[in-house]
């Protein structure tokens, strides 16, 4: 697999733009040959201790598809559950839009307590 300027460049924007652990699990599967399910990307995942369990990737993944990060590339049986499950890939020309929180904050007057 080769990597274009334009895919690298999309990758570094992506990558500075996510949570520490999306960023975990959005290079664990830039990586694979083969679009794992989440179990399987679990499992890959562990072997590099970065996952404890699936908790550690199913939410990442929900996250990353939902910023277009990621996407579903059909169904087949999971090789660890023996259960139909969607299979993921990494979109690195897609980065996501940071999204910013709003913070409402109210301004308190400082009030004496003791006089």
Not at 47 to 61: G, I, W, Y
């Amino acid at each position: 697999m080769t990597i274009t300027d334009t895919s690298q460049s999309a990758y570094d924007g992506l990558r500075a733009s996510l949570p520490r652990r999306e960023q975990l699990v959005w290079d664990a599967l830039a990586q694979c040959q083969q679009a794992p399910t989440a179990y399987e990307l679990m499992r890959q995942m562990q072997a590099q201790h970065e996952a404890f369990d699936v908790n550690s990737t199913r939410p990442r993944l929900t996250a990353l598809y939902q910023k277009g990060c990621v996407r579903r590339v059909g169904k087949r049986i999971c090789r660890i559950t023996g259960r139909l499950a969607y299979c993921w890939q990494a979109v690195p020309s897609q980065p996501p839009v940071k999204a910013e929180r709003k913070v409402h904050v109210e301004r308190v007057e400082e009030t004496r307590l003791f006089t």
